[in-house]
């Protein structure tokens, strides 16, 4: 019965980011709304819908580290190493990123990218061919929400789809670690 819910959940989902919509959706570390991050309409909405200033950057997933080479110029032999070895979830921001909507990326072209490791990311990942926003379910300055049940009704009521799998997020997930390349290769931990 699970993996038909999932299942259910992933094409419900894949219709509306087709479609240019919204997601609520579980993800390896918290809540998270998402959008096709391709889509620039929908990456306005995800940014309306928090309240956020458009030129702050977005995080992105991808579902494995061989989709980085379609989105990154060049991806610095470092940024290999902390994927692989990563023990917790891991945004990296790459610079000169490519093929993504503008509102992604920070005024440097640089944004957020982080290889997922969570069944219903990969899954749907896979199926929409594309990278998928993923911002806290909060308004912005707001603390993000540690459980679904904090998630406030602006929220729920502003995404066009929520993801009816709640006990898929870890209850104790935090936000992930970030780590900031340069263009030299050099880089900077921006939150632990």
Known sequence: MKDRNINSEINSALEVLKAGGTILYPTDTIWGIGCDATNSEAVQKVNAIKGRSDDK????????????GKYVKDIP???????????????IVYPGVVNMSAEILAKDGSAG????KHLFC????????????????NISGMPSPSHFDEISEEILSAVDYIVNLPESVDSNALPSSIIKFNADGSFKIIRK
Do not use: C, H, Q, Y
């Not at 990218?113 to 997922?116: H, T, W």
């Not at 990969?122 to 379910?137: G, Y």
């Open 122 to 137: 990969e899954e749907i990942l896979a199926k929409l061919r594309k990278p998928i926003v993923s911002t806290s379910a």
């Open 113 to 116: 990218i982080r290889v997922v």
């Open 57 to 68: 950057s977005l995080i992105v997933l991808l579902e494995n580290e061989n989709s980085l």
């Open 77 to 91: 032999p470092a940024a290999w190493d902390l994927i692989e070895f990563a023990k917790k979830p891991l945004t």
